[in-house]
T-cell receptor
Framework: DVKVTQSSRYLVKRTGEKVFLECVQDMDHENMFWYRQDPGLGLRLIYFSYDVKMKEKGDIPEGYSVSREKKERFSLILESASTNQTSMYLC??????????????FGPGTRLLVL | QKEVEQDPGPLSVPEGAIVSLNCTYSNSAFQYFMWYRQYSRKGPELLMYTYSSGNKEDGRFTAQVDKSSKYISLFIRDSQPSDSATYLCAMSGWEGKLIFGQGTELSVKP
């Protein structure tokens, strides 16, 4: 079974703090993703990575950055946390596309509260 | 207009009922269609995966895709309280970028 783990289930941070969210997958997947999930808005893609040291902006990258130094690990960084970044953050991974629409596997999520 | 539209519910049904969950989409390039189930305070888990048009059945679950109408459905037969969750449709084209619906919250009452 694919396993995607996230470093924290719940986090409380203060406005202006730098926040690191870690994600690790154990299936040697090339692609990794960070989403945020908000009521009424569904899942929105923040950043994704096709391979080590590669990153691409998703639909809502503002206020976030990412790091992928190793294949199995993908980090999301909130440079200066703000209250509108309070959300559920979901990491996902999948194999590189081989023309058959490989599916994404999700971690359990991190609920971040910014005060 | 959003690329994928899903009725957010909430939907409440009695145990044993047939449940129909639906999504419409606007992008004709979508080829891969998925349904994810998300229990409260958990990450989404893949429930059904369908390529192009047609039906796929897995136990009590049936996924239907009608590309001509840009409409997908998930049917749950003999619904159980353990089916209570949020159901997310998702779809992608050849490039693999998933677009999600907003999710439908389902509650199955014993």
């Amino acid at each position: 079974d694919v396993k995607v783990t996230q470093s924290s289930r719940y986090l409380v941070k203060r406005t202006g703090e730098k926040v690191f969210l870690e994600c690790v997958q154990d299936m040697d997947h090339e692609n990794m993703f960070w989403y945020r999930q908000d009521p009424g808005l569904g899942l929105r893609l923040i950043y994704f990575s096709y391979d080590v040291k590669m990153k691409e902006k998703g639909d809502i990258p503002e206020g976030y950055s990412v790091s992928r130094e190793k294949k199995e690990r993908f980090s999301l960084i909130l440079e200066s946390a703000s209250t509108n970044q309070t959300s559920m953050y979901l990491c996902a991974s999948k194999q590189a596309d081989r023309g058959s629409g490989e599916t994404q596997y999700f971690g359990p999520g991190t609920r971040l509260l910014v005060l | 207009q959003k690329e994928v539209e899903q009725d957010p519910g909430p939907l409440s049904v009695p145990e044993g009922a047939i449940v129909s969950l639906n999504c419409t989409y606007s992008n004709s390039a979508f080829q891969y269609f998925m349904w994810y189930r998300q229990y409260s305070r958990k990450g989404p888990e893949l429930l059904m995966y369908t390529y192009s048009s047609g039906n796929k059945e897995d136990g009590r679950f049936t996924a239907q895709v009608d590309k001509s109408s840009k409409y997908i459905s998930l049917f749950i037969r003999d619904s159980q309280p353990s089916d209570s969750a949020t159901y997310l449709c998702a779809m992608s084209g050849w490039e693999g970028k998933l677009i999600f619906g907003q999710g439908t919250e389902l509650s199955v009452k014993p």
